[in-house]
């Protein structure tokens, strides 16, 4: 039997599992989504771009759903807070996902310049948003949500949806869909040839260029941030109550795990070298091993903000004892377990699935290919 601090450790780490799990596997088909206007150019072009997804994006979105579900049973007050207090912008996400399913779908059904068009820049919506929004997020998490707890625990968020688009909330922002571009484009080229092989290429690296400086900047600007320290004694082993601590916030909160624990460097060293070696190797034609350098690069990149951040969840700004940890957010001992073994049982037919999915779907797609299938491509 795990006890209970041990799942809770456990359960903050497969969270962050399946956030980059989602990053890596949802985020190069929204990055391809982000650069299909920009390096397609006709009609054709444009066709073989959304063929590089179109069979197992819908596959791929199964990782923000289960995303989603493990926050809400694993860490029920992060999610009903965040849910809450982040409402507008996800409503936000959730309308720029709208455009993905009908777009696949509709976008080559019928024979008309301006209907196709018209659904790309609706894909380029579905694929660009959803990561700008999730990096501005990440960025207010870091500086401290406003919201707080009344006596039964029912969560008041007091901020607007605009006061979210701060600096440096969008400065993160721009972290991850430089990231999320970079992923695509790194796919892009690995699935296509030619001149829209050098387009993907091309944007690649520059978005490689733009999250190295971004993440850098974001990094240097954050010793300056007032973080979040816990105070009191702390016991792993309580039932949650999040009001039961107390919290100060100091400036240089959020480097304090790097100086206890130097190894945690070498996650923003990935998430730079990650990054710098993928476009190398995407100059030099290495497609997959680009692509596996870029999911390196987004390991580093989430990582850095998880070991930022720990024990941390989502720390408040104006009710700084309300803020939601590791320790005291979560679910109980035999809801953990339960999900834990659950887990452990699925979790490799997923990925021996997903494996052979994507085994039977590997090659170029051709412009030759897109003709030859008229119908029965996207």
């Known amino acids: ?17 399946l956030l980059v799990g989602f990053a890596i596997m949802d985020g190069h088909d929204m990055g391809v989504g982000t650069l299909l ?17 179109g069979p197992h994006w819908d596959g791929n979105q199964v990782w923000f759903i289960t995303g989603g579900g493990a926050i809400f049973a694993a860490w029920p007050l992060v999610y009903a807070t965040a849910f809450s207090g982040f409402y507008w912008a996800m409503m936000a ?66 901020g607007s949806f605009w006061q979210l688009l ?13 990231m999320i571009t970079l992923h695509g484009g790194a796919y892009l080229a690995h699935r296509t040839e030619g001149v829209i092989q050098a387009r993907a290429v091309k944007g690649a690296v520059g978005a490689a260029l733009v999250l190295v400086t971004a993440f850098v900047a974001a990094g240097v600007w954050l010793q300056w941030i007032p973080g979040f320290r816990i105070s009191s004694v702390v016991d792993p082993a309580a039932l949650p109550d999040p009001m ?33 070696l993928a476009a190398g190797l995407l100059l030099a034609r290495r497609t997959l091993t680009a692509f596996v350098a870029s999911a390196l690069a987004m390991l580093g990149v989430i990582g850095t903000a998880g070991a930022s951040m720990f024990p941390f969840i989502m720390p408040s700004s104006t009710m700084p004892a309300a803020s939601l940890t590791v320790w005291d957010s979560v679910s109980t001992p035999m809801t953990l377990g339960i999900m834990f073994w659950a887990t452990v049982l699925l979790m490799p037919f997923i990925v021996v699935y997903t494996g052979w999915a994507y085994r039977v779907m590997r090659g170029k797609v051709t412009a030759a290919y897109i003709q030859e299938n008229d119908h029965a491509a996207y």
């Open 166 to 178: 701060n600096p440096f909330a969008l400065l993160a922002g721009v972290v991850s869909s430089a």
């Open 37 to 53: 206007p920009f390096v397609g150019k006709s009609d054709l072009e444009r066709r073989v771009v959304i063929n590089t997804v």
């Open 244 to 276: 039961n601590k107390t919290v100060v916030r100091e400036a240089g909160a959020w480097m304090a795990n790097y100086g206890r624990q130097p190894l945690l460097w070498l996650l923003p060293a990935l998430g730079v070298g990650g990054a710098l």
């Open 93 to 158: 996400v959730l309308w720029a996902l709208f455009f993905r399913p009908v777009g696949f779908d509709y976008r080559s059904k019928i024979h008309n310049a301006t209907w196709r068009s018209t659904w790309d820049w609706g894909l380029f919506i579905g694929g660009a948003v959803p990561p700008l929004i999730f990096g501005v997020a990440f960025g207010n998490l870091l500086q401290g949500v406003p919201f707080g707890f009344d006596a039964y625990l029912v969560s008041t968020y007091t």
């Open 1 to 17: 039997m795990i006890d209970y601090p041990t799942l809770k450790i456990i359960w903050w780490l497969l969270v962050g599992v």
